[in-house]
């Protein structure tokens, strides 16, 4: 599972897909965002703007990622 150390109190789930180089681009993000393929929580989300706070995981194709504060 990869972390992202948090900066500030938030990131975006654009920016953490692409931070973890789980995505090429912000805007290959916002395409798996929209389409349905990620998830927050177990959660379905398509929201590209979603922050994200310590201790939410984020899934897409068999990867996660964990939000440490």
Same mark, same amino acid.
């Given at each position: 599972?990869?972390?992202?150390?948090? =900066?500030d109190? +938030?990131?975006?789930? #654009?920016?953490?897909?692409?931070a973890? #180089? +789980?995505?090429?681009?912000?805007?290959?993000? $916002?395409?798996?965002?929209q389409?349905?393929?990620v =998830?927050?929580?177990?959660e379905?989300? @398509?929201?590209?703007? =979603? $922050?994200? @706070?310590d201790?939410?995981?984020?899934? +897409?194709r068999?990867?996660e %990622? =964990? %939000?440490?504060?």
């Open positions: 599972m990869e972390e992202i150390k948090l =900066k109190s +938030f990131i975006k789930l #654009g920016q953490a897909l692409k973890v #180089g +789980f995505t090429e681009s912000g805007a290959e993000a $916002k395409e798996v965002i389409e349905g393929l =998830k927050v929580n177990n379905v989300c @398509t929201q590209r703007g =979603k $922050k994200l @706070t201790g939410d995981i984020v899934s +897409f068999g990867k %990622i =964990k %939000i440490v504060g």
